[in-house]
């Protein structure tokens, strides 16, 4: 039995929180410096359908930037949240979460982190046996029904998952636990770098900058020529654009209209 029915053929709590007729709700929040809301949004009603729209709404607001290698010239996109960790952490919330705690999951984002609560502490474990992947099951029916629609692997890997996607960064998520709440926050990765971001910055451009770099002084119709080597077909007014408004902070022009070039920035 998966749990909707009792032994009076009544329906459960379970089946309850799975219904239309939920009243559980799961709150999202996005807020500024100030810590003012951007965006607020709350979501109710079946548990499963509740995940898919805060997942949805967390994706949205997981963002990628691109890190330009002024080296190589070479676009590196890094994901604020990396990985799994944000649906992991988002999964861990809904299936260990207390539900006759009369509060609310939050899913909260801040210029530096996510900050993810759930009601009920850490049930009948350690904070160190739960960071090994320990199972615990408070709601073990509920954690059959997620496993059998395949949102979940039913082997306590959703902390090590999320600990590995961090395996090659300085910043690391952090987990707390009090008897009634646990806390995930997870560090945005895109944070405090964004000198280094350019996202306008496309592949085209990119050719652009790496032909430069191996042609110091060359001139527009001579980059021009580089690119339709590559079979790339650009226009001289194309070409001009990108280094006006796109790369201008990359690269230099020395010397005269008619005699001098582009060279990249020392």
């Known amino acids: 039995m998966i749990g909707l029915l009792n032994s009076k053929d009544k329906y459960t709590n379970l089946a309850f929180i799975l219904s239309d007729q939920s009243d559980v709700t799961v709150k999202v929040a996005e807020y500024d410096r100030n810590r003012n ?10 548990l499963i359908e509740l995940f898919y729209n805060v997942k949805e709404q967390a994706d949205r607001l997981n963002d990628v930037s691109a890190i330009i290698n002024t080296k190589t010239f070479v676009r ?7 990985g799994a960790s944000l649906r992991e952490m988002i999964l861990n919330a809904f299936i260990h979460a207390d539900y006759f705690i009369r509060s609310n999951i ?40 997620f496993d059998k629609l395949g949102l979940i692997e039913n082997f306590g890997t959703g902390i090590p998952r999320t600990l590995d996607a961090y395996k090659d960064y300085d910043k690391k998520p952090i987990f707390e636990a009090t008897d ?24 085209f451009d990119l ?24 079979n790339i077909e650009a226009s001289a007014d194309q070409i001009r654009n990108s280094i006006k408004r796109k790369i201008s902070s990359y690269i230099e022009h020395r010397g005269s209209k008619k005699t001098g070039g582009y060279f990249i920035k020392k």
């Open 207 to 230: 050719d652009i900058l790496r032909i430069i770099k191996q042609n110091p002084g060359i001139k527009v119709m001579q980059i021009q020529a580089k690119l339709l080597e590559k």
């Open 180 to 203: 009634n709440f646990f806390y995930v926050t997870l560090p945005n990765l895109n944070f405090d770098i964004n000198d280094q971001i350019n996202d306008q910055i496309n592949n």
């Open 37 to 46: 809301f951007k965006i607020k949004k709350q979501f109710t009603g079946s």
């Open 106 to 145: 939050e899913v909260e984002f801040f210029e530096d982190k996510c900050k993810i609560t759930s009601p009920g502490g850490i049930f009948n474990a350690s904070m160190e046996e739960i960071m090994k992947g320990t199972q615990t099951y408070r709601n073990h029916k509920l954690v059959n029904i």
């Open 76 to 82: 590196n996109e890094v994901v604020s949240y990396p």
